[in-house]
């Protein structure tokens, strides 16, 4: 795939969604921290539900020590390792109190050394709340990636270094969506949606269904 194509990529997904966003529900970039860590292998619609509760009482980090883990783990129990997660909000609230005044640090380094906290959420929060351009690869984005031709690599990181040398700096800020968008709706895992595809005609997958 070259560079025209892939401009013509994301050509096609601006105009098809010209401002794209996250579908996690929060107030703030604290409550994207916590939505995003509570979303690792769970779905963003079980993560709102949890989060609409949640947030109601307890929205800053104060509050949420406030709240105690054992109240934390009932809001969030419906999620799949709510024990662990509750672990690390919990720490990590401490550890935005203890190191930075409350507020979510705006850097790389200082957000992986927050308990639960992981390179892609990093992305995450740097791209979503802080308008960085960078792009976190989730398994969507991976697939994608990988399927369509626009950025092969074998693992994540990979995936993410080759992402950011070639997709248009123009297009880099919303990439992240766009991207896991199209990967959610169109592009799926088991039986992707060529039919209804903007960019089919550019995909290089060699077992595409007929549009």
């Not at 795939?1 to 401002?19: H, S, T, V, Y």
């Not at 990636?145 to 950025?151: D, F, S, Y």
Request: glycine letters at 6%; hydrophobic letters at 35%.
């Amino acid at each position: 795939m070259n560079a025209a194509q892939r401009r013509e990529i994301f050509k096609r997904l601006k105009r098809a969604n010209p401002a794209p966003t996250t579908e996690l529900e929060y107030g703030s970039p604290f409550q994207l921290l916590v939505a995003v860590i509570l979303s690792a292998q769970a779905t963003d619609t079980s993560v709102n539900k949890a989060t609409a509760e949640l947030f109601e009482v307890a929205r800053t980090p104060e509050s949420i020590l406030k709240l105690g883990v054992r109240n934390l783990k009932r809001y969030i129990k419906t999620i799949g390792l709510y024990n662990t997660k509750a672990s690390n909000i919990m720490k990590t609230c401490r550890m935005l109190l203890q190191k930075h005044g409350g507020e979510v640090p705006r850097t790389r380094q200082e957000l992986e050394a927050l308990p639960g906290v992981g390179r892609k959420t990093a992305n995450v929060v740097l791209n979503t709340a802080f308008g960085e351009s960078t792009i976190a690869v989730d398994t969507h984005i991976f697939r994608v990636a990988n399927r369509t031709g626009l950025a092969p690599g074998k693992t994540p990181r990979a995936v993410e270094d080759r992402l950011l040398e070639v997709v248009p700096r123009y297009y880099q800020r919303l990439a992240h969506h766009w991207l896991i968008l199209h990967g959610r709706y169109t592009c799926t895992a088991r039986q992707p949606h060529c039919g209804q595809c903007v960019i089919y005609d550019l995909c290089e997958y060699q077992d595409k269904l007929g549009p």
